[in-house]
């Protein structure tokens, strides 16, 4: 069973990036199809993006396309989210999990979550 770890959030201004990294631990991260979903107070997680386990497909939600570039380093079992341009409706608990099959953006499709790591932009 994978251990996932996100850091990197914090308090950030409109129009700033930040950088998101799950770290896993346990299991074979390499061979993991992986996603990044936000949640804010009172509503259901979202869907943010998603890595192949080879690096070489990502998804995103129509929402961050263009502003936020998911990636991974196999070798450090390691994901990324950059995220820049970054705007008050982005500030939510960032999470990152573990995905049954490629390519899916629903929550209940995941499984090992991390703990979550929060956002929040200030206007």
């Known amino acids: 069973q994978v251990q996932l770890v996100e850091s990197g959030g914090g308090l950030v201004q409109t129009g700033d990036s930040l950088r998101l990294s799950c770290a896993a631990s346990g299991g074979t991260f390499s061979s993991y199809h992986m996603g990044w979903f936000r949640q804010t107070a009172g509503k259901e997680r979202e869907f943010v993006a998603a890595i192949h386990w080879s690096g070489r497909s990502t998804g995103y939600a129509d929402s961050v396309k263009g502003r936020f570039i998911v990636s991974r380093d196999n070798a450090k079992n390691i994901m990324y989210l950059q995220m820049n341009r970054l705007g008050p409706e982005d500030t939510a608990e960032y999470y990152c999990?573990?995905?049954?099959?490629?390519?899916?953006?629903?929550?209940?499709?995941?499984?090992?979550w991390g703990q979550g790591t929060q956002v929040t932009v200030s206007s």
């Open positions: 999990a573990v995905a049954s099959t490629w390519y899916t953006t629903s929550p209940g499709a995941y499984h090992d």
